[in-house]
């Protein structure tokens, strides 16, 4: 295949001003489309041609597939990068690409469709050997037959929605008691959000941790591991704070993770940069989760332990090109962490926050990288996800890295909305982070909103003194305390 000249980007905000950083030091034209509502987001105004594509809910503009190609075509795009969200996991919408005549970054319809949907892409990775939670690799059909199920596994279980994510349609389950409601309102949940009421159950994996591996796979049967992301920290079952390395792998289990991710990949044919994500236990062992099929918010953390450009080899496979290195030639240097920076009231139930950016200054400084697609003076729409930026740092090590981004997130001065900062330097000053010891329950058993309304001394204090005895609060997902300057509207 020849290389791309001219890239369409179908997304907005920082990852397609991400991707068109990479698109331009590679010589390529690119090409934005927009809503009516990020008429002048930065965005629009970093590519080379920009089109207006509908009116600000992403129903009638970023969901638009027919409109989006067809602006391809007219501004003669060879290909066209979905970035993440919004269509970059729609087999549809990869196939509609294809069959016009225009190079789809990223994976086939085929391994979109195997892997979207959490069933099929157990069938698949099972055949490769990859290890799977116990539980059932098919859609349960009824209340009785799950109970039946649930019992044999043993509880405490969990029901899961086959489609979809974002921890809509599950359920934990402690006993037999509480199954049949718990699993009807698993089966309604999934309905309303994806269409679609197929459940499954798994084991419940209690101390679970969520490590995730970034492959890339190119189109000549070449397929590598880029390490591992630790992405444990979570409200709502969506990540917040994101780490690479995790602390807790050896070296030994990095690798058997990475080598089962290869093979994930491989038992759906994937082509491009994938992510496949595990559930880890207190026992060391690991479970299958899930793949997604597109590049992932948290991937500057791999490119910075890494030294590659993750959209750069996205682009480059997609015009066919190899490779170029073996897993052996992958470097793992130092460690980085990554923030994601949303508009949200940490002390309201990390509820979205609407405002205008009255003031914005980004931190500065070496190993501190912030990726944004907003300005001073802006306003936080309703339309789209609340995420601001990611704010990225890298050091030569954990500690370090800690102490960066501590020292990065006080420089960060955001005035006009709420932010998930004060909720990222509770963390990083939270023993049970510091010291490695912590799952994806963090927020439930260290964060309760009365320690954010003390001065940041008096919260760290008391955050110590409750993890030490044990005596933990239970959650209200609110934030962490701060007397940085951007607390002050």
């Not at 987001?41 to 920009?50: L, M």
């Not at 008391?462 to 300057?485: D, E, F, I, K």
Request: net charge negative; with cysteine; proline share 4%.
């Amino acid at each position: 295949m020849s290389r791309i000249r001219k890239l369409l980007i179908a997304n907005r905000g920082e990852i397609a001003v991400r991707i068109a950083r990479s698109a331009k030091e590679m010589g390529m034209t690119t090409v934005a489309v927009y809503s009516e509502a990020d008429a002048r987001a930065p965005h629009v105004t970093c590519a080379d041609e920009a089109y207006c594509i509908g009116p600000a809910p992403s129903a009638q503009s970023y969901l638009q597939m027919d409109r989006i190609i067809e602006v391809a075509r007219q501004t003669g795009a060879d290909a066209i990068h979905p970035g993440y969200g919004f269509l970059s996991e729609n087999a549809t919408f990869a196939q509609k690409v294809n069959e016009a005549g225009i190079r789809f970054v990223g994976p086939s319809a085929e391994a979109i469709e195997v892997m979207g949907d959490k069933l099929s892409a157990k069938q698949a990775v099972q055949q490769f050997g990859v290890p799977l939670v116990p539980g059932t690799a098919y859609a349960i059909q009824g209340v009785a037959e799950a109970q039946t199920e649930a019992e044999r596994i043993g509880f405490p279980v969990m029901v899961k929605a086959s489609a979809g994510g974002g921890g809509k349609g599950m359920r934990i389950v402690h006993d037999a008691a509480s199954f049949a409601e718990s699993f009807q309102m698993a089966v309604s949940e999934a309905e309303k959000s994806f269409g679609n009421g197929a459940v499954f159950i798994e084991k419940y994996v209690q101390q679970p941790r969520h490590i995730e591996i970034q492959i890339l796979a190119d189109q000549h049967g070449h397929c590598v591991y880029l390490h591992e992301r630790e992405c444990s920290i979570q409200r709502r079952h969506q990540k917040v704070l994101e780490e690479a390395p995790s602390v807790i792998l050896t070296p030994d289990q990095r690798q058997a993770m990475g080598e089962a991710a290869v093979k994930a990949a491989q038992s759906c044919g994937y082509v491009g940069a994938g992510t496949v994500e595990f559930i880890y236990d207190a026992s060391g062992a690991f479970y299958f989760l899930e793949m997604n099929t597109r590049l992932q918010v948290e991937h500057p953390v791999t490119e910075c332990i890494t030294g590659l450009d993750l959209v750069r080899e996205q682009l480059r496979i997609a015009a066919g090109e190899p490779l170029g290195y073996t897993q052996a030639e992958i470097p793992m240097q130092g460690h980085a962490l990554e923030l994601r920076v949303y508009a949200e009231n940490c002390r309201e139930g990390f509820t979205p926050d609407i405002g205008t950016l009255k003031v914005y200054r980004r931190p500065q400084g070496p190993g501190i990288r912030v990726d944004d697609g907003l300005e001073e003076g802006m306003d936080i729409a309703i339309y789209y996800d609340p995420m601001i930026a990611k704010l990225i740092v890298h050091a030569p090590d954990r500690t370090s890295a800690m102490e960066r981004m501590r020292r990065a997130i006080s420089d960060y001065v955001i005035i006009g909305v709420e932010t998930t900062l004060p909720f990222g330097q509770f963390v990083l000053q939270h023993e049970a982070f510091i010291s490695g010891h912590f799952d994806t329950h963090f927020v439930d058993q260290h964060f309760s909103p009365d320690l954010l309304e003390m001065g940041q001394d008096d919260a760290i204090a008391a955050a110590l003194a409750q993890y030490r005895t044990g005596q933990v609060q239970p959650s209200v997902t609110s934030g962490a305390a701060s007397t940085s300057a951007w607390r002050r509207r």
